[in-house]
């Protein structure tokens, strides 16, 4: 999917709420705080932005009273605002995407290891030549599966990279630095590819058209059915004897 980036939804301009339902799809439910803190609004602005999400169907109102990102507002958070290329040039983008597939896999300076490559969005339309980006999901894992020694090799490659000037933003992501720095190889600063995470994206990509590229085809497990509310119970009569 490709957004317009001077665009805008009901008033609001689409990266501002491509960003914020980036934020905020990982979140099973969250309220109006939340909502505008993702989406660096004035506190009491979050009300009208919440309605306007959910008037275009990228959220929608939990059981408890919240929000949550609907499957709409998923293609939204990953969609692309770059210029549409040929097919052409989409294809060279993929075939090179692959070539840092195998280069991950065989190279033992990576520590993350490729078990799935999903292809999804405009490329499986033979009939569209002009395309707004290549829609790739991948699924990374440990090459080392002991998790002492990836906790060590990884800890490791952290202090490799802060001596080359590479600096970690936060705690997670130098405890995922075997995770990320293969993530960032495969994206390789491509415009064209639009890298996704098969783990956190895997409902999306399984609910639309598309071919595995490596490793087996993949199901959806069945989402659990809603808890049942308790019955209230009845009150008795104040005549009744028992």
Not at 163 to 184: K, M, V, Y
């Amino acid at each position: 999917m490709r957004i317009d980036p001077k665009g805008t939804v009901r008033g609001y301009p689409t990266m501002l709420i491509r960003q914020t339902l980036r934020r905020l799809r990982g979140d099973c439910e969250w309220g109006v705080e939340i909502l505008e803190n993702a989406a660096k609004l004035t506190p009491g602005a979050g009300r009208a932005f919440a309605k306007a999400l959910q008037a275009e169907g990228l959220i929608e109102v939990s059981r408890h009273g919240g929000w949550t990102v609907t499957q709409a507002g998923d293609t939204m958070a990953v969609a692309t605002a770059a210029r549409p290329v040929t097919r052409q040039t989409a294809e060279r983008a993929l075939a090179e995407f692959l070539e840092r597939v195998a280069r991950v896999n065989d190279d033992p300076y990576f520590l993350a290891r490729v078990v799935r490559v999903a292809l999804y969005g405009s490329m499986l339309r033979p009939e569209v030549e002009r395309l707004s980006d290549v829609d790739l999901a991948v699924q990374l894992v440990a090459k080392e599966a002991d998790f002492e020694r990836l906790r060590e090799a990884n800890a490791e490659r952290v202090e490799q990279l802060a001596i080359l000037g590479q600096r970690f933003s936060n705690f997670l992501e130098e405890q995922f630095c075997w995770f990320l720095e293969a993530f960032r190889f495969l994206k390789g600063r491509s415009r064209v590819i639009s890298l996704a995470d098969y783990t956190v994206e895997k409902r999306l990509v399984l609910a639309v058209p598309h071919r595995m590229l490596l490793g087996e085809p993949d199901e959806l497990e069945p989402e659990p059915p809603p808890k049942a509310l308790p019955t209230p119970r009845k009150r008795r009569p104040r005549d009744c004897p028992f």
